[in-house]
């Protein structure tokens, strides 16, 4: 009889929850508003959001009517029959549900539309579009397209091309991007702030736009064309470019960059004008993350190939900085007279691949110094041997002999008096490394530190903590930490 009573109550909307407990209670899923209910349905998956329809009259058609679409081409992975018949399914799925929803405003738009083999890319990619499209004029806020399988996603440059007033941010997956993409970007979405590219196909070498403040190409991205990218954003505050393809791009326009994290790759043909040129547009940041790959390049006497950054407080760089006895590491330092945090990535696999990659030049001035440093971090991201050759870092006149530090502390390469704190994280491997014992044994325990001031803890990570009130000039202040 209770089975029967909540199917009748169910089956017309009746708010009140039927139990044999509480028969009177009221349901407060039921009892909220219906735009309360329709945001908080949005977060499902589309084929699930049309399966609350029968949960009651209520519930009928809330689904025509939520802000959010999430169009998953996986929902229809556990279905019966083959996996043309379920990628069939899926388009008339999508259509059927743009085609039966109200017209109401989006939030945002997710599609996850992979091509199989079976289908064709052409009429899929067409579909995909239709669909973007019709977010667009439903003034989607945000549009996010995941595309994969076979073939990627041919996006249509078109669908962009009508006013899109809405659209502030974009994230494309394993997306085709030709010309005129990024002009209609600009022109047809005229508020558009944030566009983030991953694994894509970028055929459009220039990247232009009055409005995007976060811009990010990351290196699964694969520019396929000729020539150099060009990239002029006044507005741009954030930068992340990693593609493979391109060499360095031309920045132009780029005054209100604050961070940068990049990637360059030069060749044969790159020229030490182009690294000046490309530096001088990213000499305003307050944060810097620029890494190098490719070719050596020779550096002529007195070039000054690196400007000055003078806001720049947070600075990250990979191996490439270390070649030629720190030749690019110590240009930089000299460069960045605010600095307060350094980090070096050193990653095993650029040692073995490019072992004599980086700037080549005699550096005749080598003291920098360094008045706001307070850390430095060194990152081992694989199994790094030649520890050894970043240690030289902090030591003016190191001799390694057997395995074994020979050190003069009368004299510096550089002065940092705030420097508080040396990290260097390695592997489990590493942690035995007699280069990083020799640097405990030799340069801090010999150098004026006794036992007490080591605290030792072996937990998640083994920590060697210094306490020091002294300057570099005096001992160096370090923290020495290796995961176990």
């Not at 992975?77 to 996996?83: F, W």
């Not at 990659?357 to 550096?363: A, E």
Request: glycine share 4%; charged share 25%; aromatic share 10%.
């Amino acid at each position: 009889m209770s089975l029967s009573t909540d199917s009748m109550a169910e089956a017309s909307g009746d708010a009140r929850m039927v139990s044999p407990g509480d028969a009177g209670a009221v349901c407060r899923i039921n009892s909220l508003p219906s735009d309360v209910l329709t945001r908080a349905i949005s977060f499902l998956d589309a084929r699930q959001l049309v399966q609350t329809c029968v949960l009651s009259r209520r519930w009928r058609d809330l689904w025509r009517s939520v802000p959010r679409i999430n169009a998953s081409r996986h929902e229809f992975d556990g279905m019966a029959g083959t996996e043309e018949e379920r990628h069939v399914l899926f388009k008339k799925f999508i259509n059927r549900f743009l085609m039966l929803r109200n017209p109401v405003a989006l939030d945002e738009f997710w599609l996850r539309y992979n091509i199989t083999y079976y289908s064709d890319p052409d009429a899929d990619s067409e579909d995909a579009n239709l669909w973007i499209r019709h977010a667009l004029q439903s003034n989607a806020r945000s549009v996010e397209v995941f595309g994969g399988g076979v073939i990627s996603l041919q996006l249509d440059p078109a669908v962009f091309a009508s006013e899109c007033c809405f659209l502030t941010s974009m994230l494309l997956s394993d997306v085709f991007l030709e010309p005129p993409f990024f002009r209609n970007l600009q022109t047809g979405c005229p508020v558009s702030e944030r566009l983030i590219l991953r694994c894509c196909a970028i055929v459009d070498t220039e990247i232009s736009s009055h409005t995007l403040k976060d811009l990010t190409i990351d290196d699964e991205c694969h520019c396929i064309f000729e020539g150099r990218a060009s990239i002029s954003i006044p507005s741009l505050v954030d930068l992340h470019f990693f593609p493979n393809g391109t060499g360095i791009p031309l920045l132009e326009n780029m005054e209100s960059l604050v961070t940068a994290s990049l990637l360059i790759r030069t060749d044969k043909d790159t020229q030490v004008d182009d690294i000046r040129q490309f530096l001088r547009s990213l000499s305003g940041v307050t944060e810097l993350e620029f890494n190098c790959l490719g070719t050596t390049l020779e550096i002529e006497q007195n070039l000054q190939w690196c400007p000055k950054f003078n806001n720049l407080t947070t600075l990250t760089l990979d191996g490439w900085c270390l070649y030629e006895d720190f030749y690019p590491l110590i240009v930089f330092l000299q460069n960045s007279p605010n600095l307060e945090q350094l980090t070096l990535e050193l990653r095993e696999i650029f040692i073995k691949l490019h072992p004599y990659q980086g700037f080549i030049r005699y550096l005749e001035e080598r003291s920098f110094t360094c008045v706001h440093l307070v850390r430095v971090d060194i990152v081992f991201e694989t199994i790094y041997s030649d520890s050894k050759v970043i240690l030289r870092f902090f030591m003016v006149w190191t001799h390694y002999t057997n395995q074994s530090f020979t050190v003069n502390l009368e004299e510096r390469l550089f002065t940092c008096e705030n420097l508080k704190i040396v990290e260097i994280v390695c592997w489990e491997e590493s942690g035995n490394d007699p280069v990083l014992k020799n640097l405990e044994e030799k340069l801090f325990l010999d150098n004026g530190l006794t036992s007490r001031q080591i605290d030792m803890v072996t937990r998640v990570y083994l920590a060697l903590r210094f306490y020091l009130n002294q300057s570099l000039e005096q001992v160096l202040p370090a923290r020495l930490t290796m995961p176990v």
